[in-house]
């Protein structure tokens, strides 16, 4: 990127988990490039401002349509984001990719997404099944005095749910710093939701690494909240409502064996085209 170049970005949420997507079958950043304009375009104040970058890259397999890359706001990496993928399969179907089903390819393993012709239509991101579900995971710091249960699980990324009865009470960015700085977690760290039982469904409220703050809403949190909640008898199997403060998603927690039946599925918004130039 020495020379002076203009591109074309699009700006996507999902429930207010938003994104910067870029197509990058045609600029074909690296790595290393996607990193830096990850950190570049994210802060709020001085750049685009988004949760992360969405990257649609070509795969080498001719049995998907594409490759989803992801990088946090402060540059890193991230294996998975499940709002994220949603927004990039609707991007996809957007650009000719295919449809109403897509099939893509992760770091996190091979996805299925199906995507309505209606965009006001939610778009349904089918999971492989979780997996290192454990509950009271030993860490080294204190846990917070108040929650109700702690469990880990990797839905694609790594997350910790810690139940509590009060989801408003919970001072997210200071118990989520601490427990997702907890070195028993080192390296790759976890992001961190706090549940509650409400109407037979869930409040999730999730404090994201990468981004090193609560988000609206977060994926993979969602999903790994829900099946915690199903696990642990809090909540019935099947469509689990989850109401976060960006919106309401809904995971499917049925034939979790298959990888066929459980599902995240929520709205997804464009919110601006835009062009932006990197030297």
Known sequence: MSQSLTVEFTKMH????D????????????????????????PRRYGIGADGLLALTASDDESVAYRMRYVNADG???TMC???????ARFAARAGMGGPTLQFESDAGR?????PDDDAAPVRLYVPPATRLTSDPELVASVPEGLEG?????????HLVAFVPDIEAVPVEEWGRMLREDSALRPAGANVNFVAVADGGLQVRTYEKGVEAETPSCGTGV?????????????????VAVRTSGGVLHVGTDEVSSGNGQYLEGPVTTTFRGTVEVS
């Not at 910067?20 to 990850?38: K, P």
């Open 82 to 88: 499940g709002n994220g993928a949603r927004c990039l």
């Open 150 to 158: 702690l469990h880990f699980v990797h839905t694609g990324t790594e």
């Open 14 to 17: 999902g429930a207010g988990n």
């Open 76 to 78: 890193s990496w991230a």
């Open 111 to 115: 996805y299925r997404a199906e995507v």
């Open 19 to 42: 994104f910067v997507v870029l197509d990058n079958r045609w600029y074909r950043f690296s790595d290393e490039e996607l990193s830096e304009l990850g950190a570049a375009w994210c």
């Open 223 to 239: 999903l790994a909240s829900a099946i915690v909640a199903v696990a642990t008898e809090r909540v019935a199997s099947g469509r």
